[in-house]
């Protein structure tokens, strides 16, 4: 029996991350949180009877209290209750399913309590990646991605890259769909809807990293989170556009020969594989059919069209706290545009305007990161938009 704790339980990721309990006899939930979505997490605490389930804001974990009343079920709230749940004894490995900064803090602690880490929060990476990376290695814990891209990467370097080889890697192929735009010009951009951009061609994701998609930030975030993961320098890593979402990512080796993922466009296999890695079982679902493919489409992203990518680029290779700004800079952004507030190409404007502003901060600490987070966030409060 594996024991799993899961942040973020109500969303697509931890949803899922369920559904495959439900088929596994041998996973068992003890303990689960959610940031707001009170009515799902009562309903999957009855489901899986975890030890302890958490919800940000204290008033709602006061009425969570008295809905669970009658079952044995510890009901904790805001950062003090997720780093409960996310260092709770009895839990083997943690799911981190939340989405934005707010995750980082629980993963360290995590960490530090000798947790494996399912990791689909990538924003804890892209932020703080110079800190979770060597604390992992020295607590002797496995950083097992979840985000489809980085499951296959991490699954073509398998036996590559240890069991006692170290073959080199030339190149990281990461794929994107192109999201709902592809293929069109700025021009074509300036009155899309959140309506419009919520609409991904093959994947069902959350709304942020929708939109993320449809930027072209999300590719350029998984970059940044590959350099950490896999220690590859972000000119040796590279994305191309593969619409069928088929391939999930390739990886090159010096010697020329390439490694590909392939799948139907399915969370669940990357959270499966990291929840019983290295062993692999049976996953109920749609497998491809090669006899029904045209062909495999790859192509360049649109960088002139789609900032996105090269927003990353430029931020990682600046360095210390600026993929801290850009990452920052997107989720208000991102949260601004779903409020209806700005305009989709004004994502764009606001990323780009606190990454000129922002004065770098080296090797930044924890406290470090959290400042510059919230340094982008009264930023963007005092722009004229």
């Not at 590959?226 to 972000?234: M, V, Y």
């Not at 593969?242 to 799948?263: C, N, R, T, W, Y």
Request: glycine share 6%; proline share 4%.
């Amino acid at each position: 029996m594996k024991n799993i704790a899961i942040i973020g339980s109500t969303g697509s990721i931890g949803t899922q991350t369920l559904d495959i309990v439900r088929e596994n006899k041998d996973l068992k939930v003890v303990a689960i949180s959610a940031g707001s979505n009170t009515a799902l997490l009562e309903k999957q605490a009855r489901e899986f009877m975890p030890d302890i389930v958490g919800i940000w804001d204290e008033d709602k974990a006061k009425q969570l209290r008295v809905a669970l009343s009658d079952v044995n079920i510890r009901v904790v709230s805001g950062m003090e209750g997720l780093i409960e749940i996310a260092t709770y004894e009895e839990s083997q490995i943690l799911v981190t399913a939340i989405v934005g900064m707010i995750g980082i803090r629980p993963t360290i602690e995590a960490i530090k309590a000798g947790k494996d880490i399912a990791l689909a929060n990538k924003e804890t990476l892209v932020t703080a990646g110079h800190i979770i990376m060597p604390l992992a290695k020295e607590m002797g814990v496995s950083i097992l991605p979840v985000d489809s891209e980085h499951s296959a990467i991490f699954q073509c370097i398998h036996g590559e890259t240890n069991m006692g080889v170290n073959n080199k890697i030339s190149r990281l192929l990461i794929t994107a769909s192109g999201g709902p735009f592809r293929g069109r010009k700025r021009d074509e951009l300036k009155d899309v809807t959140v309506e419009d951009a919520l609409k991904h061609p093959n994947w069902a994701m959350g709304r942020k990293i929708t939109i993320d998609s449809a930027t072209l930030v999300n590719k350029g975030l998984e970059v940044i989170e590959a350099k950490w993961l896999f220690d590859i320098e972000p000119d040796n890593i590279e994305v191309v556009v593969q619409p069928q979402s088929i391939i999930h990512s390739m990886v090159e080796f010096e010697d020329g020969s390439v490694k590909a993922q392939l799948g139907t466009p399915d969370m669940k296999l990357p959270i499966q594989y990291a929840l019983y890695y290295p062993e692999r079982r049976y996953l109920p679902g749609d497998r491809l059919d090669f006899t029904k493919m045209n062909g495999i489409i790859i192509d360049e992203p649109d960088c002139e069209t789609f900032f996105g990518l090269n927003f990353a680029y430029n931020a990682i290779k600046a360095g210390g706290s600026m993929p801290t700004v850009f990452n920052a800079a997107n989720e208000k952004a991102v949260a601004l545009f779903l409020d209806k507030k700005i305009k989709f190409l004004q994502i764009y404007e606001i990323i780009d305007a606190c990454m000129k502003a922002h004065t770098i901060i080296d090797n930044p600490k924890l406290e470090e990161i959290l400042s510059t987070e919230q340094w982008v966030y009264n930023f963007i409060d005092e722009m004229d938009i």
